[in-house]
Structures are given as C-alpha cells and as structure tokens.
C-alpha cells in the first residue's frame, strides 16, 4: 500500500512519497522489496496515489531486485481495505501479504504466513509488544491466537492491551466479500469491528524482530539507525581520496567521494557517490550523506541525514538533524536536535535553528536568524499531522 501523502512526515513528502524517502541512500520501499525477495515473496501488487508515478519510475517492473510488480492506481482514495479491494483481480486466486510501503522491518514474514495457512481465520493481523500503543490498533488476543477486542489508536483508559497491530495482515481471499467496492474502507476502522461484530474469526500472530512505519520524523531516524546497524562492514565503491582523515567503520562509501585532512569519521555510516568533505570535519555515527553533497571545513555532522546535492557551509554543525535535497546551509551555522529542512532551502549564516523546527520547502532564512517555530511556505500545504 504506497498511496498515502505522508503528511505527518511533511516537509519531506513534498519531493518525495512516503515509500520513497532515502534510508542509506534509496528508495524505502526498496529495502522492503529486497526483504520480501529474500523471504521467497517475489509477485508484488504496489497501490498507488500519491506520487505513484515516482515510485513506478523507481521501481520498474521490479525485475531487477527479483521480483514482478504490477501497479494499480487510486483515482480517489479507498483507505486500506478499500485500497486492495481496487487491486482485487490480481489476489483473488490465493492468500496474499499485506504491508505498507513505508514499513522498515526485518520480520519472519514466511513464518507469519505458514501460520495463516495451518489456520482457518480469513485474515492474520501480525502483532508486535510495544511500550505505547496509543498511535496503533491495539487487539485482546486469547491463548489460541484468536482476537476478541479491536481497537484503533486508543486514548487513556481504553488500552486494554500493549499488543499493537503492525498494518501487516494475512488474508484469503474470501475477504473481499466483506469490503465493499468502489467505498472508502479501512482495516483497522472498518473490517476488523465490522468482522468481530458478526461473529468472524481473526487470528493474531506475535512477530519477532525490528519493525515500523517510517510515518514521521522520529521513525524515519529510529529506521536509519536500524539500517545503519546492519551494516557488515565496511566498502568502498570506486574512486575514493583522503588525506590523513581518521576513519572508523562500519562505513559504506560511494564511488567518487573526497575527504580532506585530519577529518575524523566514525561509523556507521553511509556517504553517496560525488560527495566532497573538507578538513578538520567530523562526522559522527549514525549519520548518512546523499550524493553529491558539499561539507566544507570545520563542520561536524552528528547522527544526522542530508538527501542529495546539499551543501553545509564552513564550521556549521547538524546534531541529529534531516536536511532535504538541495538545501544550502551557510557558515557556521547550528541546526540543534529534531530539525527537519525541506529541499531547496536557504539557511544563511551565522543562522541557529532550534530543536523540533521543520522548515518548509524554497523557504530562505536571513543570516544571523534565530528559527524557534516552524516555518511554512504557503506555496505548500501547511497541514503536518494526519497519515
């Protein structure tokens, strides 16, 4: 399911869809792809909405990560249920996976559907235990793995449970008796209460492992993380110059890329190809740089991520900070933790820009600026919460 706007994730889904944010420099949903070939899953229907042109422009017809991908296009949005119902001709022969294209997981998906098989439930909702739950479905799973109480996003006094459902469900085909076509349709709001009502079975399965839907910016840098963990060590592709810079993998580095003296970098960490470092910069781990960046002198760079084509002036700093494609910021200047910079933004020198602030896209900040509050550019959409 690739059809939603990303708004919480906003200013970044302006240039990019939600399944299309870099995580070490590409597409998202490529790295859900590559997960899914591995566990054997290689026919995949992707749902599109907005800016699924961009993502069938990436992707192709998939062959070329292992897999065959067919695209079927929203005209209005369906919700999730309603989403699939459009997509019914190509999973209606046999029981089908269904994720988000913005999830990041490394999950035993196989195990997951071996269970739905062995089972009789028309659908498996995949479970996870987490400490707050309140931005999930929550479901009262019994001992034989049936669910009884479903119940979205719940406030306080109504989390009866800390089982969160992923968005990843096991369904047969029988479900598309129960959505109705053509009708905006939801899993969690509609089909599940609708089903549970009528007395329907649906199964829970526990999963192991490391998952979460990249749906803001706190999820986006907690995936990175993840990403960058699984690093294996450290490559080098192509071309690659240094003088006397200390480097400490695990680092994964592009083709073509220039570091200058006594810069010191720890991993892990991911540089793109074409990207120039100059001296005396440190770049921390937990850090990704695009392509063809530009980091000039006595900069550091500290568990952050900049996109492509993004210049950071001399003695600047970025502390756990995301910067969008072709931002330009100035000299010396501090972008303080949970910053998030929309692409082609101009931050001028001597320029401080507090903690949590998002600035929206081809928005200029003067020199000598102090950014305690967000700061929207009304040629965009303004709204920020939401999907």
């Known amino acids: 399911m690739c059809g939603g706007a990303g708004t919480r994730l906003r200013p970044l889904t302006f240039k990019h869809p939600k399944p299309s944010i870099p995580i070490l420099n590409k597409p998202s949903v490529l790295h859900l792809i590559e997960h899914l070939s591995r566990e054997g899953f290689n026919e995949i229907v992707m749902t599109l909405g907005y800016m699924g042109d961009l993502i069938e422009e990436q992707l192709g017809d ?4 292992g897999v065959h991908i067919e695209y079927v296009y929203e005209k209005e949005k369906l919700g999730t249920a309603g989403g699939i119902k459009n997509a019914e001709e190509y999973l209606k022969d046999e029981p089908f996976i269904v994720l988000g294209g913005d999830h990041v997981l490394n999950l035993d998906l196989r195990e997951m559907y071996r269970f739905h098989e062995e089972n009789d439930a028309p659908i498996t909702i995949g479970l996870i235990s987490i400490d707050d739950p309140r931005e999930f479905g929550i479901a009262d799973m019994d001992i034989n793995n049936r669910i009884h109480r479903f119940l979205e ?3 306080a006094g109504q989390i009866f449970s800390n089982l969160a459902s992923t968005g990843i469900y096991v369904c047969s085909p029988s479900i598309f008796e129960w959505i109705p076509e053509g009708k905006k349709f939801d899993f969690a709001k509609d089909l599940f209460p609708f089903m549970l009502a009528a007395d329907k ?3 829970g399965v526990l999963v192991r492992g490391q998952w979460t839907d990249v749906g803001s910016s706190a999820a986006y840098r907690q995936a990175q993380r993840w990403m960058l963990d699984a690093l294996p060590g ?3 592709e192509g071309n690659f110059t240094t003088r006397n810079a200390r480097i400490k993998g695990p680092l ?3 083709n073509n890329v220039c570091i200058g003296s006594n810069s010191s970098l720890v991993g892990p960490i991911v540089i793109g190809e074409n990207t120039t470092i100059g001296d005396n910069v440190l770049i921390g781990p937990y850090s990704v740089i695009g392509s063809n960046c530009t980091i000039e002198d006595n900069t550091k760079i500290l568990s952050s991520y900049l996109f492509d084509n993004v210049s950071i002036g001399k003695g600047s700093n970025i502390s756990g900070g995301v910067v969008a494609d072709e931002t330009i910021i100035g000299e010396h200047c501090f ?3 949970g910053t998030v910079i929309g692409h082609k933004v ?3 020198s001597n320029s401080t820009i507090h903690s949590g602030v998002k600035i929206w896209p081809e928005v200029v900040i003067d020199k000598d600026s102090s950014i305690k509050e ?7 959409d303004a709204a920020h919460e939401g999907s």
Request: charged fraction near 15%; hydrophobic fraction near 35%.
């Open 374 to 380: 967000n700061v929207i550019n009304s040629g965009y």
């Open 335 to 337: 972008l303080e933790n």
């Open 346 to 348: 101009l931050i001028g």
């Open 62 to 65: 998939g062959h070329m990560f």
């Open 153 to 155: 996003k719940p406030k």
């Open 234 to 236: 450290t490559t080098i």
């Open 201 to 203: 079975k649906i199964n």
């Open 252 to 254: 994964s580095i592009g």
